[in-house]
């Protein structure tokens, strides 16, 4: 137990110091009068014999500090002594001080701000079981591009079947309900799941239980649409939320029946507070299911061409990706080869992480902003070394009395180096206070389809950050400074002597200077292709006008109202909003443009006998609507005529609307009115193809992305697409809000069962999907403008202190007769050479760094040459305005003061 | 230079330490005058040096030391080896045999051949 004496030695040296000093003392004095004694015992005089015993001892105290040495505790203790001398001095030059912790707070405070949301969204596992092992499993459609595609339950049972890779499969799908019992209905999600869907998260309930294998049953669907038959019951899983608004966290809940769409079912369990189903924005699936039930068909009944399920699947342990990849590779050409509709579209199955596919989308854009505010640290680290080499100079006077005391080289460097840390401490702390408040604004300001920014925080991962940030912050500042300031001769040759106005020999100052120039022009240059970018967004015409529109849903249970009744209501429904004071348009469609789902609603045409082969080749978006829905939505009609009330009725002839993309592709030059087109409806549990004739086309509209122009559509008369829920598109005279009240009313008239759902004025949606590039947009100047603001004040202080020390200098030039003017130009030329070199970097720079934010770049490409002179332009005046105070305050220098003093 | 020189003394002075109280304990003073008198004024370092190096070997657990009182009823800190201290003790004299035959040898062997 060496190490365990040896330990309580040093403890009891540290904590008993007066003990240690006082017996040390005791024993060398004892030593001194034996050998003193001892001198005396062989005849010496007494003095001499003391004189004798201390010249052989040696220097007392040496051998003290010595023993001191020996002790092992004097890293520790130094270092305490160091601490305590680094906040004497810092305190003493409190000015300083604060300037450096609070620009060391900007840049830590941002890179934390950051770093959390980065960490929470994109480095935190998902909140499952084994979550690294889960992959979506999405179906790709070739022909048509279409990706993120469901399956149909014989594509689901085939993988179960077939896969070798997969320990299991999950599917779930999205249904518009309608939740009942003994208290008023209320809309809301239901989530259809494979009874294996839970295990495979990985989700335990926090009452109850979830699926199993028995509560699948096997209903035939006719059952849903016959409103005489009744559905056999269910099983009902609520979430954490609902349970606590529609039943008061009630424990008894379990058991209790209630009626989902008229389904009677009964609850079996709540899941835990926050569980929802991690997936991507464009996978149009709602981000919170209120109740889960275990799919209600027979999953090997239906067709292929029939997608609708969602498949999750839970890799095996060791497995790849890669791996089930390659396996699903395989899997997708036994369906190509085996289903006549896999191969008309082209089938092919995409194996995605589930993670990656979660955050895919936000990831460029984080990355992106961890890289600017990165930047914004560096700048901050070089101010404040900058600020350090300046006191450095002032302490020369200091250094030198310590090193005249023995005080070693590296002893210095280390008290810097701990001031330096002191610094960064303190900088941190402040930045971890300014991230605290940072976070929340950007949370505020986060768009509503980020993912998973629900529950960011910071936690154990970002406070590490925070200490690694600030240690490498104070390594970035302190070193420099702290290596000038432990050689005093290097401080000697800083000093000007003479010379112009060139950079002179404060060239590491100049260098940082120049750094942060080019640091800021960058990102400068980001914020300003970013405005850009929303500017040229803005700018899209989507196809309609979302001034003055309020769109709402309404989704009939489809228990009740068949397809001839659901045409009925809806048309119903139309006038009487129609009716309404205020209101000058109404029309429906399927879905609402840039809400979600568009991708879905898509369906084959042909313009002749198309062969079974060369049906699904041709894919454009379907748009089951009501007519007044171009005249609501600002759409225009660019040739024939709109759909109409008639065209509903049972025994009207088949007609379509088309969009000019549609039209130009399939007559081009030609007038599209009066083609025939073959399409497809469902009818009875079936999909029919039949002939329509084109009654007007329409301009085109933008529907899954504002940046992209997406496909042709085809609108058709509800009538044909009976069981498609309708969004409701009302133009009003002036804000149509104050109509949701009245709507609502004539829809409870109508049917109290139903509720109006989503009820958001149009131009929310437009807002919305402008909504991410606007937060990286104010995010991104927000730290250029910090960075230029910090660069400013570096080129101020370099500027200053130059001026100060050519005092001398000036006065000469003055007594020498040079004007003002001069003064001026040469103290502006030396700041404006110093941008000029940043500036000369910093568009290097950009040019090589911005191909980095691209892909979140739309209508300007990343070198575009008026951003980068705009950004040079307004960067030189800034340089300008910074070098200015101090050039001005050059020419008042007295030339008789300047002279006399040095 | 000087760095490499006072090495090789420490690493002496440290077994000289250890065998002196391999005897007896003994306080620092009493260890001072052993060394000087056995090896006869050969090791005539400066005194002081020899209690660095005691609180070196009480730091690594080779000695120890306790207040106790010496015959002429004065208060003095004696040091006594620990069984690490011997064992130490006991591997130095070892090595250091092993050195001396070598550099005999070699010296020898030097003389013999020139």
New interface residues.
Partial sequence: MKWLESLRERLAVLFHKKEFESEMAEELQFHIEQETQRNIDRGMHPSEARREALHSFGQVEKVKEEVRDETGVRPLEDCVQDIRYGVRTLRRNLGFTVAAVITLALGIGANTAIFTVVNSVLLRPLPYRDADRLAMVWGHMASTDVTKAPWSGLDYLDFKDRSRTFEDFAGTFAVNSTLSGDFEPEPIQLGWATPSFFDLLGVDPLIGRTLKESDFQNIDPEVFFDPEVEVPPSVAILSQELWGRRFGSDPSIIGRTVQVNGQPMEIIGVLPAGFKLYLPADASFPGVIDVWSVVPANLSEGTRDQQWLTIVGKLKPGVTAAQAQSEMDGIAEQFRAENQFHENVGMEIDVVPMQSDVVGHAKPVLLALLGAVGFVLLIACANVANLLLVRGQVRQREMAIRAALGGGRGRILRQMLTESAILAVLGGGAGLLLAFFGIDLLLAMRPENQPRVDDVGIDGTVLAFVAGVSLLAAFLFGTLPALQSSRPNLNESLRERGGGFGLGHHRMRNALVVAEVALSLVLLVGAGLMVRTFAELSKVKPGFDPENVLTLNVALPFFKYGFEQSTDFHLRLSERIKALPGVEAVGAVTPLPLAGGGQFWFGPYALNEASDEEWSKNEVDYRPSLPGLFEAMGTRLLAGRELEEADNRADAAPVVVVDEKLAEEAWPGKDAVGEQIMVMRPNQGEFQRYWATVVGVVEHTRYDDIRQDGRGLIYFPHKDWGWAEQNYVIRAGVDPAGLAGPIRSLIRELDPDIPASRVRPMAEYVGDALASTRFALILFTVFAGTALFLSALGLYGVISYSVRQRTREIGVRMAFGAERQRIVRLVLGQGLLLTGIGVGVGLVGAVLLTRVISSLLFGVTPTDPITYATITVILAAVALLACYVPAERATRVDPLVALRAE | MAEAKSDLLQGTLDMLVLKTLALEPM???GI??RIRHISENVFDI????L???L??L????WI?AE?QVTENN????YYRL?A?GRKRLNEELKNWERASAAVNRILRAAHAGG
């Fill in positions: 306080h620092g003073w001072s005058v400066n005194q002081g040096s209690y660095p190096a609180q070196r009480r730091r690594k657990g120890k207040w004065r208060r003095a800190r620990t690490a």
